[in-house]
């Protein structure tokens, strides 16, 4: 079975500083990596995701992760925050083939970006 | 496109009640998901399908039910409401490109 381990809840940070959100997972098998952010009372929307090729990916809003096989972890970074990032952030796992796409969640972490 | 819609986007049921979300999609998507959020908690699956007439539980399926008549629509029933079903519920649809787009919830309470 997969599992999706968030390593923290929750993480303050000062505007223009940088954050790395950061997220491990358990598997047996191969799977596909994503991060989805949550703006406050709406539905989650896809920042980036990893399927194969190089294992750093860039998504939306300067978003970037890094994927790390040997470590099992798919951080999500950003150099520079903005107010506007404040939002609930997920880190998702699917494994690769099967035909349910079904996702497996983290807990989520709380970014709260701070004048 | 309006991409994944749900109503209602608020209500309340006494216990007992019950009701059905709607879920709506305009991609012609084949895979549909309903979750619930709690705090603290992340996304709990609900139900799930990969086609019309074709659904399945996920991890949290007790006291709920789904259909899926037409690609498009996806209700989600709820029988003898309880208050431990007060929650924000999340409808999603995706592709073969694995990116899950999601409505923008029903909150729901229960007293």
């Known amino acids: 079975a997969q599992s999706v381990t968030q390593l923290d809840s929750q993480v303050p940070v000062f505007e223009e500083a940088p954050v790395e959100l950061r997220c491990n997972y358990s598997s047996s098998v191969s799977v596909y990596l994503f991060w989805y952010v949550q703006y406050p009372n709406q539905g989650l929307q896809l920042l980036l995701k990893y399927l194969s090729g190089s294992t750093l990916v860039k998504g939306i809003n300067g978003f970037e992760a890094e994927f790390n096989k040997s470590q099992t972890s798919f951080h999500l970074r950003k150099p520079s925050v903005h107010i506007s990032d404040t939002a609930e952030y997920f880190c998702a796992v699917r494994t690769i083939g099967g035909n349910n796409r079904k996702l497996i969640w983290g807990l989520g972490t709380s970014l709260a970006v701070n004048p | 496109n309006a991409g994944v819609t749900q109503t209602p986007k608020f209500r309340i049921l006494k216990i007992g009640q019950s009701m059905t979300l709607q879920c709506a999609q305009d991609?012609?998507?084949?895979?549909m998901y309903w979750y619930r959020q709690d705090p603290g908690m992340g996304l709990k699956l609900i139900y799930y399908s990969v086609g019309a007439g074709i659904t399945d539980k996920g991890e949290v399926p007790n006291g709920y039910n789904v259909s899926r008549s037409t690609t498009e629509d996806f209700p989600l029933r709820l029988e003898l409401a309880a208050p431990s079903q007060t929650s924000v519920y999340f409808c999603a649809s995706s592709d073969t490109r694995d990116e899950q787009y999601f409505g923008p919830g029903t909150r729901l309470t229960v007293t």
């Open positions: 991609m012609n998507h084949n895979y």
